[in-house]
């Protein structure tokens, strides 16, 4: 690609649907098969939740940062997390643990009845509020507060997806999740691989699956 001739962030808007048609086609490539999720990640304009000198950067298969030491996931893990999660049913109501710049909430939104994220740093959630008022998407809504503790006046959860990597599941999440429930998460510290837990009637079943590599999940709220 000829950076030199790419809009200025400004003008991306112009060519950002070409430019994320080229990003499904790649997640495709990278073996992503859940239409849905595929259709949802071209729904979805990733550069608006990018500082603006990243913008152009913001469809490769990169993680980017965000501020506040945080980072936005790359798109092909935000694709096997969420198709994992759904193996091919719907997420119903959902919770996200780690807004961040809120672009995975806003893929989930498109594929969720409702969902809930929330993020631990203030100005971070303040960002991603800034990011997502233009998608207006009615089926989102955030929450500033700890997601050891999940956010048990919405609980249960068809469907929980946690973006920073955990050392324990927390057992807080394992209660609010809806019979039937599942849940995805980085697992780990310095090696991490993606678990998903499943709520059976006589209990949880976990498998592990892809090596990934996020930043950690906190305790308490800045
Ligand atoms: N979902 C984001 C990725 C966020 S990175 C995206 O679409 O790109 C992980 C986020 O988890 C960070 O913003 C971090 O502040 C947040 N986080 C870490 N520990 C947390 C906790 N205990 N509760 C809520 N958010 C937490």
Do not use: W
Not at 135 to 142: D, K
Not at 200 to 215: K, M, N, P, Q
């Amino acid at each position: 690609m000829n950076r030199g001739k790419l809009p200025k962030p400004q003008g991306i808007g112009m060519t950002s649907q070409r430019t994320r048609a080229r990003m499904v086609e790649r997640l495709r490539k990278e073996g992503i098969t859940d239409e849905a999720v595929l259709s949802a990640m071209g729904a979805v304009p990733r550069h608006v939740f990018v500082e603006e000198a990243l913008a152009s950067r913001a469809y490769d298969d990169d993680a980017l940062p965000i501020g506040f030491s945080q980072t936005i996931s790359q798109p092909y893990i935000v694709a096997r997390m969420i198709e994992a999660l759904r193996a091919g049913r719907e997420l119903g109501k959902v919770l996200e643990i780690g807004t961040g710049c809120g672009y995975q909430a806003a893929v989930l939104a498109h594929l969720a009845s409702e969902v809930y994220s929330i993020e631990r740093i203030a100005p971070l959630l303040m960002k991603a509020r800034v990011n997502l008022r233009a998608l207006r998407l009615g089926n989102l809504r955030l929450k500033h507060c700890d997601g050891n503790l999940g956010l048990p006046e919405a609980a249960p959860f068809d469907s929980i997806v946690v973006a920073a990597a955990t050392r324990q599941v927390p057992p807080a999440l394992l209660q609010q999740m809806a019979p039937g429930g599942r849940m995805i998460l980085p697992f780990g510290t310095s090696v991490q691989v993606l678990r998903l837990v499943e709520r059976t009637r006589s209990g949880y079943i976990e498998t592990s699956l892809d090596a990934v590599r996020f930043v950690p999940m906190l305790v308490g709220v800045e």
